[in-house]
């Protein structure tokens, strides 16, 4: 029997999404009405990337960014001019019923563009995603997350992090829209380039699975036009149903797994002692990273 949440009708809210834990489509959907107004200051009027799992964790699963037929009202659509030149319809939520909406249509994940949809050219997100290599712990992720903020620190920036609920933590940067696709990205590569640069051990900034061989991907790849990064307060599709979850530094310390907090955890703890606050990325640190990586 259908349920409504939020205004949607949720159909088979008794569907058991993660069988680890017992968490339904219906719980699922009250989760995402629960945390929407945290989650909606980060992951509103964003274009958006779905991750849809209709059938739970032993079903099949599919990214989806343009909006097919079927899809309901509240989430909402907007045309983005790609690449090649031709405009095409992508998703973008603007409330709760939105997020309850993707729920309604086995939506788990939710990643969102670093920019929103009234001034899509000017990005406001800078997000390094650490990715480690298998073998690694999270203590090494943990480390490496401390010694990046310093040096985000030292170049006059001050990121927040979020542990993204998988293997790793994004350090993210909120920026004033003052600047562009190509300087968002060459600034994410130089400063990524220049981490490896100086410890090729730790860190790589190789895409490949071979190239990180007991070290971490800096992804710096976030920071183009039409990419995305898991939005925080987002399920993710794992065992256990972790939550991509902000934390603040001195915290961070003190835990032991990119997975720690799960849906209930995450409603308690909301945005507490993270400190989130428009920066710009200034020609002096262009600089300062250009000249360093020429050594």
């Known amino acids: 029997m259908a349920e409504r949440i939020e205004g949607v009708e949720i159909s088979h809210p008794e569907r058991v999404i993660f069988a680890d834990t017992g968490l339904t489509k219906a719980g699922l959907a009250r989760y995402y009405q629960s945390i929407a107004e945290p989650m909606l200051e980060e992951s509103a009027n964003r274009p958006l990337s779905l991750l849809r799992l209709p059938d739970g964790m032993a079903g099949e699963r599919f990214f989806q960014k343009h909006p097919g037929k079927g899809f309901p009202k509240a989430i909402r659509q907007m045309q983005i001019t790609e690449s090649d030149g031709e405009d095409a319809a992508y998703a973008y939520v603007a409330d709760a019923a939105g997020l309850v909406a993707a729920a309604q249509m086995g939506t788990v994940e939710f990643h969102i563009w670093p ?62 829209r003052s600047l562009g696709w190509d300087d968002l990205k060459r600034f994410a590569r130089d400063f990524a380039a220049l981490c490896a640069q100086d410890e090729p051990d730790r860190y790589t900034v190789e895409l490949s699975k071979a190239s990180r061989k007991g070290r971490i991907f800096i992804d710096w790849l976030r920071n183009e036009r039409g990419s995305t990064a898991i939005a925080p307060f987002s399920v993710r599709a794992r065992p256990g149903a972790p939550v991509a979850a902000p934390v603040g530094w001195d915290e961070l310390a003190g835990i032991d797994t990119a997975g720690a907090f799960g849906i209930q955890a995450a409603q308690e703890r909301g945005w507490a002692g993270v400190a989130r606050k428009p920066q710009s990325l200034t020609r002096a640190m262009f600089e300062a990273l250009e000249t360093a990586l020429a050594g």
Request: charged share 30%; proline share 5%.
């Open 115 to 176: 920019a929103r949809r009234d001034r899509l050219e000017r990005p406001d997100r800078l997000v390094l995603d650490l990715d480690p290599d298998e073998g690694l712990g999270f203590d090494a992720v943990r480390s490496a997350a401390l010694s990046l903020r310093d040096r985000l620190l030292d170049l006059g920036l001050s990121p927040w992090a979020m542990l993204s609920g998988g293997k790793g933590v994004h350090l993210v940067v909120t920026l004033r």
